[in-house]
């Protein structure tokens, strides 16, 4: 495994985390930093795979460590939630929001839940919604392998570029549609809309992928002069298209950016970032004294397990406010502390007792003979 991608696993949740819990404004971007490391890690390992094995098992490898590595957690997930949920039902507890889940639940199976997201049929669901990001990543893990396995090692670097530009294109004509109505069952809602549909991520797995394969220019360099001018241009385009900075934890990125196009150069900006962030990290070492602390290859590791959970388990510790009167800050810290405390503790288990004997038999029934290395175009990574 690569030093210091756990660590930037463990940052991307906790930034969703912040997000949910209404800390942190800009806290959605860790899902862009998901996409982006899906990128350079199934990238780099479908390249591999391509070189030492035939077709079919290159597609049957892949496909079956994916399926034992996503799915027993996800469904694991549904059917404990569509349990609890029928319980609740019949307890007579928040009715509507539990016949909503059964409602929503069919998309999630199918992992098409990110078209719903962006339908005018959407309701939010604290069980359901953070769900769209899976749909997108599945929807990646179709398409990808087969366009890896279709172009030579020669092209590699047109389609990483080509993907880079159609992600922002698809989001300006995307915008075109939902600003011209031109289909009924889009959402009234422009910028979430676009941002649940799977090709509005391209550049996202564009920029990973290239990572992965190609080198970029004094790439710590790029990080530090990144870390600055992102939220300069953040600020300032809010301010130019509003009149106001907006929140200042949002950094002129707070869900869902729109003001000033910024729905489709927003994203691509952000992407690239976490790309030089990932590729400085991976490549060039940085941080990584941090990233690899016990602590947060730990969160790293069962950071699945927490994305899947979290959302959940901050709407039940939310609800203690319904028995204990507390202010707002009160209840937002109390509310933060337990749901965290509570995934945390969930997700151990649950990797521990679910996660980590299934995953035992990726090698066992689907290895490979991918080797390991710390150049691009070589490394060896687990996803």
Same mark, same amino acid.
């Given at each position: 495994? /690569? *030093?210091?991608?756990?660590?930037?696993?463990?940052?991307?949740?906790?930034?969703?985390?912040?997000?949910?819990?209404?800390?942190?404004?800009?806290?959605?971007?860790?899902?862009?930093?998901?996409?982006? =490391?899906?990128?350079?890690?199934?990238?780099?390992?479908?390249?591999?795979?391509?070189?030492?094995?035939?077709?079919?098992?290159?597609?049957? !490898?892949?496909?079956?460590?994916?399926?034992?590595?996503?799915?027993?957690? %996800?469904?694991?997930?549904?059917?404990?939630?569509?349990?609890?949920?029928?319980?609740?039902?019949?307890?007579?507890?928040?009715?509507?929001?539990?016949?909503?889940?059964?409602?929503?639940?069919?998309?999630?199976?199918?992992?098409?839940?990110?078209?719903?997201?962006?339908?005018?049929?959407? !309701?939010?669901? %604290?069980?359901?919604?953070?769900?769209?990001?899976?749909?997108?990543?599945?929807?990646?893990?179709?398409?990808?392998?087969?366009?890896?396995?279709?172009?030579?090692?020669?092209?590699?670097?047109?389609?990483?570029?080509? &993907?880079?530009?159609?992600?922002?294109?698809?989001?300006?004509?995307?915008?075109?549609? %939902?600003?011209?109505?031109?289909?009924?069952?889009?959402?009234?809602?422009?910028?979430?809309? /676009?941002?649940?549909?799977?090709?509005?991520?391209?550049?996202?797995?564009?920029?990973?992928?290239?990572?992965?394969?190609?080198?970029?220019?004094?790439?710590?360099?790029?990080?530090?002069?990144? =870390?600055?001018?992102? *939220?300069?241009?953040?600020? &300032?385009?809010?301010?130019?298209?509003?009149?106001?900075?907006?929140?200042?934890?949002?950094?002129?990125?707070?869900? *869902?950016?729109?003001?000033? =196009?910024?729905?489709?150069?927003?994203?691509?900006?952000?992407?690239?970032?976490?790309?030089?962030?990932?590729?400085?990290? @991976?490549?060039?070492?940085?941080?990584?004294?941090?990233?690899?602390?016990?602590?947060?290859?730990?969160?790293?590791?069962?950071?699945?397990?927490?994305?899947?959970?979290?959302?959940?388990?901050?709407?039940?510790?939310?609800?203690?406010?319904?028995?204990?009167?507390?202010? *707002?800050?009160?209840?937002?810290?109390?509310? @933060? =502390?337990?749901?965290?405390?509570?995934?945390?503790?969930?997700?151990?288990?649950? %990797?521990?007792?679910?996660?980590?004997?299934?995953?035992?038999?990726?090698?066992?029934?689907?290895?490979?003979?991918?080797?390991?290395?710390?150049?691009?175009?070589?490394?060896?990574?687990?996803?």
């Amino acid at each position: 495994m /690569i *030093p210091g991608l756990d660590g930037l696993r463990a940052i991307a949740f906790l930034l969703v985390f912040a997000f949910h819990t209404n800390y942190l404004d800009c806290g959605w971007v860790g899902v862009q930093l998901f996409f982006v =490391l899906s990128g350079f890690l199934i990238t780099a390992i479908l390249v591999d795979m391509k070189k030492t094995l035939p077709s079919k098992a290159y597609f049957v !490898k892949f496909y079956g460590r994916r399926f034992l590595r996503i799915f027993p957690l %996800y469904y694991f997930y549904l059917f404990l939630i569509a349990g609890i949920a029928c319980w609740l039902y019949f307890s007579h507890y928040r009715v509507n929001l539990m016949l909503e889940y059964f409602n929503q639940l069919p998309s999630a199976l199918t992992y098409t839940y990110n078209f719903l997201y962006a339908s005018v049929w959407f !309701k939010t669901s %604290y069980f359901l919604t953070h769900f769209w990001s899976l749909s997108v990543e599945e929807q990646f893990y179709i398409i990808w392998p087969l366009l890896i396995l279709l172009t030579p090692s020669s092209s590699y670097k047109k389609l990483f570029i080509g &993907a880079i530009i159609l992600g922002p294109v698809f989001r300006l004509f995307a915008a075109f549609l %939902y600003n011209a109505h031109a289909f009924p069952f889009l959402s009234v809602n422009t910028p979430s809309g /676009i941002y649940a549909l799977p090709f509005s991520h391209l550049d996202a797995f564009g920029f990973g992928a290239f990572i992965s394969q190609y080198r970029l220019p004094r790439a710590r360099q790029q990080f530090w002069a990144l =870390l600055v001018a992102v *939220p300069l241009i953040g600020f &300032a385009t809010q301010y130019l298209a509003t009149g106001n900075f907006g929140s200042w934890s949002g950094f002129g990125y707070a869900f *869902p950016i729109a003001n000033g =196009l910024k729905h489709s150069w927003g994203y691509s900006l952000l992407n690239y970032f976490f790309a030089v962030t990932i590729y400085a990290v @991976a490549r060039e070492g940085l941080f990584n004294r941090f990233l690899e602390l016990r602590w947060m290859r730990y969160l790293g590791k069962i950071s699945y397990g927490m994305y899947v959970y979290h959302y959940a388990l901050i709407f039940f510790a939310s609800r203690l406010q319904d028995y204990i009167p507390l202010a *707002p800050d009160q209840a937002q810290l109390l509310t @933060a =502390l337990i749901a965290f405390v509570a995934t945390l503790a969930i997700a151990s288990a649950s %990797y521990a007792l679910l996660e980590k004997p299934i995953l035992s038999l990726k090698d066992r029934f689907f290895a490979t003979e991918s080797k390991s290395a710390t150049q691009p175009g070589t490394a060896k990574a687990t996803g």
